[in-house]
């Protein structure tokens, strides 16, 4: 059974970046016919996909966020880390790191999500 779990402050100022980690358990990020994505939900809003990397280290971004999302991994540590710049009250929202899984075409496991909120 796959595992996820968000890490990272909950709390950031508008203009910093933010920062968080989902560490995988049960098994890896490096394994074929999985992607690995983050996806958030506004407070009173849908869920929106916003980016993902690849079992082989290719990384894939919402056209609406590219500019400011930057997804790496570290298969040492099993681990793949989100990285919002420029972020405004608007990215206030809970996050979720999840398993894509490229052979049903689904998210198959989830995080539990983590409330980061934009706020000086």
């Known amino acids: 059974q796959v595992q996820l779990q968000e890490s990272g402050p909950g709390l950031v100022k508008p203009s910093q970046t933010l920062s968080l980690t989902c560490t995988v358990s049960g098994g890896s990020i490096t394994t074929n016919n999985y992607d690995w994505s983050w996806i958030r939900q506004p407070p009173g809003k849908g869920l929106e996909w916003m980016g993902a990397?690849?079992?082989?280290?290719?990384?894939y971004y919402s056209p609406s966020l590219k500019s400011r999302t930057s997804i790496s991994r570290d298969t040492s540590k099993n681990q793949f880390t989100l990285q919002l710049s420029s972020v405004t009250p608007e990215d206030t929202a809970v996050y979720y790191c999840?398993?894509?899984?490229?052979?049903?075409?689904?998210?198959?496991?989830w995080g539990q999500g983590t409330q980061v909120t934009v706020s000086s």
């Open positions: 990397i690849a079992w082989s280290g290719n990384t």
């Open positions: 999840a398993s894509w899984n490229i052979v049903i075409g689904t998210h198959d496991y």
